[in-house]
């Protein structure tokens, strides 16, 4: 594969305290990776942006973070980045993200035993296939209403949507 369509940034020359917190912040937790925003970091704002509503949707808010952790490793999955397919959430690592079931979390036939997980991750298929009808978004958002609160719902499709657009653009960037 030819190398990133966008060069990262050599960390040392960034003078910015915000967006060095940020890049010690990825080294800390993972998910994303420093690469990931010293190749943001041509654009400072935007990386320290993105990088305050991805902890808020990934590692904040009210659902589970091991949930919103397979999901964004099951988007990842479903759009071919191994990339962001490989990493693993530090926190949810610490806190017993089984691996076996990483791996195999994309999968159409993969039924997790917790059912909110599973709804999770059935909502993540939905919203990252682009070939999706009507039913299926129904039957997606009705499995969502019986265990999870609307709140949670809101929480879960901004996720699926930062962690969808953060994919594709990584893909597109072939950040290594």
Same mark, same amino acid.
């Given at each position: 594969?030819?190398? +990133? &369509?966008?060069?990262?940034?050599?960390? =040392?020359?960034?003078?910015?305290? @915000?967006?060095?917190?940020? /890049? @010690?912040?990825?080294?800390?937790? +993972?998910?994303?990776?420093?690469?990931?925003?010293?190749?943001?970091?041509?654009? $400072? =704002?935007?990386?320290?942006?993105?990088?305050? /509503?991805?902890?808020?949707?990934? &590692?904040?808010?009210?659902?589970?973070?091991?949930?919103?952790?397979?999901? !964004?490793?099951?988007?990842?999955?479903? #759009?071919?980045?191994? /990339?962001?397919?490989?990493?693993?959430?530090?926190?949810?690592? @610490?806190?017993?993200?089984?691996?076996?079931?990483?791996?195999?979390?994309?999968?159409?036939?993969?039924?997790? $035993?917790?059912? !909110?997980?599973?709804?999770?991750?059935?909502?993540?298929?939905?919203?990252?296939?682009?070939?999706?009808? @009507?039913?299926? /978004?129904?039957?997606?958002?009705?499995?969502? !209403?019986?265990?999870?609160?609307?709140?949670?719902?809101?929480? #879960?499709?901004?996720?699926?949507?930062?962690?969808?657009?953060?994919?594709?653009?990584? &893909? +597109? #960037? &072939?950040?290594?």
């Amino acid at each position: 594969m030819a190398g +990133s &369509r966008i060069p990262t940034l050599n960390r =040392e020359s960034i003078e910015d305290a @915000e967006l060095q917190a940020v /890049f @010690e912040y990825a080294d800390k937790y +993972s998910t994303p990776k420093a690469a990931w925003y010293l190749t943001m970091a041509h654009n $400072p =704002e935007i990386a320290k942006a993105y990088a305050e /509503f991805w902890n808020l949707t990934h &590692r904040g808010g009210i659902v589970e973070h091991n949930i919103k952790e397979l999901m !964004r490793i099951a988007i990842a999955q479903i #759009l071919d980045c191994d /990339f962001c397919a490989d990493q693993r959430s530090i926190l949810a690592v @610490e806190t017993g993200l089984d691996e076996e079931v990483a791996t195999v979390c994309s999968l159409p036939s993969f039924d997790h $035993p917790d059912e !909110r997980t599973r709804t999770a991750l059935r909502y993540a298929r939905v919203l990252a296939l682009d070939d999706v009808d @009507e039913e299926s /978004f129904d039957q997606a958002y009705n499995g969502l !209403r019986n265990v999870f609160s609307h709140a949670e719902i809101i929480e #879960l499709g901004c996720f699926a949507a930062i962690a969808i657009g953060g994919v594709k653009l990584s &893909r +597109s #960037l &072939r950040i290594e």
